[in-house]
């Protein structure tokens, strides 16, 4: 690969993930929040290695012209006398014979690697949604044998992964009755009169993503990807506090919400207002 492509390639790369890191927050729909500081490092190196790089190779220019008009300077003066061609003129000497004569090529395929470069500045990946949460699994969540009694308030703020633990593990059985509020986004589920309420969590980004998902049953499906705020009552089924019992809400209302700013997290619904 050639040098220019090279250098090219280092400070696209690195104003990429400055523009997604530090100038932005486009990086927090892939990483976690943690991350976002190690990005923003990561844009400084890579943006100064190529303009060091740069700054190199015209170095190496401007010596590489200054030195052949002294070796010029010095043949005029040393062989003026005589005509006819020098016994070794016209071959090369040493390994620098080539040097600022570069005649390999650059495979066309390399030029693909300016792309993800490119994506980085002027089109950014959405963040992880229903697509993601319909092709995999509602997330295992872990075993529990003690549950604190739950708060009075109503609807009560709960997490889809709480929900799931006091649906299917709590013996006591302290969610049947009680009126929950819920918030994540929208995945349509295949036959229609329901759809999921889905939490995407991930660890360290993307790759790693894992879904906690709660059935809703209501009245119309919200556009898939769509935050909505969900408040309603466990879905009777099985028996509560067993693996039986669905992990199901009988929606009573849905509010549309924004993105929350954790959204790569389970946690409670923001406060309506």
């Not at 992880?128 to 995999?136: C, E, I, P, V």
Request: glycine fraction near 12%; charge should be positive; proline fraction near 8%.
């Amino acid at each position: 690969m050639r040098r220019p492509l090279q250098v090219t390639l280092l400070v696209l790369c690195g104003l990429g993930l400055l523009h997604a890191s530090l100038f932005t927050d486009l990086c927090l729909r892939y990483v976690k929040p943690g991350m976002r500081p190690l990005l923003v490092v990561s844009g400084l190196v890579l943006l100064v290695l190529g303009i060091a790089e740069a700054a190199t190779r015209e170095g190496r220019k401007g010596h590489g012209r200054h030195g052949g008009q002294a070796h010029g300077g010095q043949a005029h003066g040393g062989h003026a006398h005589g005509s006819g061609p020098h016994p070794e003129a016209g071959q090369h000497h040493g390994p620098d014979a080539h040097a600022g004569h570069d005649h390999s090529a650059v495979p066309r395929v390399a030029w693909l690697l300016l792309l993800p470069a490119l994506s980085l500045l002027f089109y950014a990946p959405p963040a992880l949604g229903a697509y993601t949460a319909s092709r995999q699994p509602a997330k295992v969540v872990a075993e529990q044998d003690d549950f604190d009694p739950l708060p009075k308030t109503s609807p009560l703020p709960i997490t889809l992964t709480d929900f799931t633990t006091r649906v299917q593990q709590d013996r006591t059985l302290a969610i049947k009755g009680r009126t929950v509020q819920m918030s994540g986004l929208v995945t349509p589920v295949a036959g229609g009169g329901s759809w999921d309420l889905t939490r995407i969590i991930i660890s360290c980004c993307a790759a790693d993503a894992q879904s906690v998902k709660v059935r809703i049953y209501s009245d119309s499906i919200p556009p898939a990807n769509t935050w909505v705020s969900v408040t309603g009552n466990w879905h009777p089924g099985g028996k509560l506090g067993t693996k039986s019992a669905p992990v199901a809400l009988d929606a009573r209302t849905t509010k549309k919400i924004q993105r929350p700013s954790n959204g790569y997290q389970d946690a409670l619904p923001f406060p309506s207002g």
